[in-house]
Each structure stands twice: as structure tokens, then as C-alpha cells.
């Protein structure tokens, strides 16, 4: 039941803290300037990851993985989930 709670808090948060559409807010995201391109960490990657060291890891915590595992589902469903790469205007 925790873990249920952490995913839709997860979901939630991320919903409140990331733009709505598409695009938004990506100056405030974790990106890195190469060359003439952006290279975008989204969220749901970088929670990804995240989630994969604290199981590695043994962390047991259920809260935590909900939280992550429903930020990483938020950040799944945008179009643009698979873009990484984009050029700078």
C-alpha cells in the first residue's frame, strides 16, 4: 500500500513541478550545452537511474521507489520523453 501511495505522490509531484506541455520549462531542467546542442536529462532518466543504484544498493524503502517509480511514469508520458538531443535557438 505504500509503495501504490509513494507512485501516485510521485506522479503528482512531478505533475506540479514540471511544465505542462511539451518544451516547458526546459531552461530550469538538467541539461548540458555541447557544442551547438542541448543534451537533456530528463527526469524520468534521471529517477531511472536513481532508482536502479538504491536497489542495487539494497535500499528498501517503499515510499521512496513509489516516488520515484511515479515520477519516472509522469515523466514517461510526454511526447518528447525520447529526446535527448536538440539544438540551441
Do not use: A, T
Amino acid at each position: 500500500m505504500i509503495l501504490i501511495i509513494g507512485i501516485i505522490l510521485g506522479f503528482l509531484f512531478s505533475k506540479l513541478l514540471s511544465g505542462k506541455h511539451e518544451g516547458d520549462k526546459i531552461e530550469k531542467s538538467l541539461r548540458f550545452s555541447v557544442k551547438n546542442n542541448y543534451i537533456h536529462i530528463h527526469h524520468w532518466i534521471w529517477c531511472s537511474m536513481l532508482l536502479i543504484v538504491i536497489l542495487v544498493l539494497n535500499f528498501r524503502n517503499e515510499l521512496i521507489i513509489g516516488l520515484l517509480i511515479g515520477s519516472m511514469i509522469q515523466g514517461l508520458s510526454y511526447k518528447d520523453r525520447f529526446l535527448i538531443i536538440y539544438p540551441k535557438k
